[in-house]
């Protein structure tokens, strides 16, 4: 059972017998607040039974001790920002402070899976890696049309990404990981829900969209298919 308590602009989680802390400005609403602890706590309490060869060099092994160490070690404290207004659902600002993640609104505002806000929140956390560049993203191709012929658009916002900084070159960016991450809970999570895994692979397949250099894209479907996965016994 998952406890919550709020002191201080400090949200405290029980997850598991474990006790963690995740601080939030005072400004943040409650509602935004305890989503996002309850969405951590997902991540904490995954359970794997491998990862493909990606996923052990970006996070580590599918599980929640690595989830939630991957995030502690990056973000430590989340705000309130319109992160540039419009469609943004999150965001870290480096030239403000690299390991700050602000929620927008839209975190609550649409209808996703828990997967997918926790998609975000990795994805954010990503970003958060000054030593490296902070992985800046690519403005995606115009046009940007997905196999049906049609513009490609936010799975989240249904916002036209087209000319957008929204697409990565590379399997080790924020698109990349979160991809990764969430092709690997798709597969390997051995106490989730088949809802939570289908999700995973629906969101997946969504973000390697964005991958918008070939080799790269190629490299990630070899790693998902991969014979070389590790297995846990």
């Known amino acids: ?3 919550l308590s709020l002191l201080m602009g400090v949200l405290c989680v029980l997850v598991a017998g474990q006790s963690r802390a995740v601080n939030f400005d005072k400004n943040v609403p409650q ?3 305890k989503q996002m602890v309850e969405d951590l706590s997902f991540m904490a309490s995954v359970q794997g039974r491998g990862q493909t060869p990606l996923h052990q060099e970006i996070f580590g092994p599918v599980g929640g001790q690595t989830y939630q160490t991957f995030f502690d070690t990056r973000i430590t404290a989340i705000g309130l920002n319109s992160c540039g207004g419009g469609n943004a659902v999150a965001c870290v600002m480096p030239f403000v ?3 700050k993640m602000w929620l927008t609104q839209n975190f609550i505002k649409f209808s996703h899976p828990q997967v997918a ?3 975000v929140v990795y994805h954010e956390a990503r970003h958060s890696e000054t030593k490296n560049g902070n992985w800046g993203h690519d403005n995606c191709p115009t046009p940007f049309l997905d196999d049906q012929g049609k513009d490609k658009a936010s799975i989240w916002t249904g916002a036209k990404l087209e000319g957008q900084p929204a697409c990565d070159s590379t399997p080790y960016g924020s698109y990349g990981s ?3 991450l969430l092709k690997n809970i798709s597969k390997f999570c051995s106490n989730c829900t088949d809802k939570v895994r289908m999700d ?3 969101y997946s397949q969504d973000q390697l969209g964005r991958i918008n250099n070939a080799p790269a894209k190629q490299a990630m479907i070899r790693d998902f298919n991969s014979s070389l996965y590790v297995v846990k016994k």
């Open 178 to 180: 979160s991809t990764i």
């Open 97 to 99: 402070n690299p390991n």
């Open 1 to 3: 059972m998952t406890k």
């Open 31 to 33: 509602e935004i607040q």
């Open 117 to 119: 806000r926790s998609m």
């Open 200 to 202: 995973a692979e629906l």
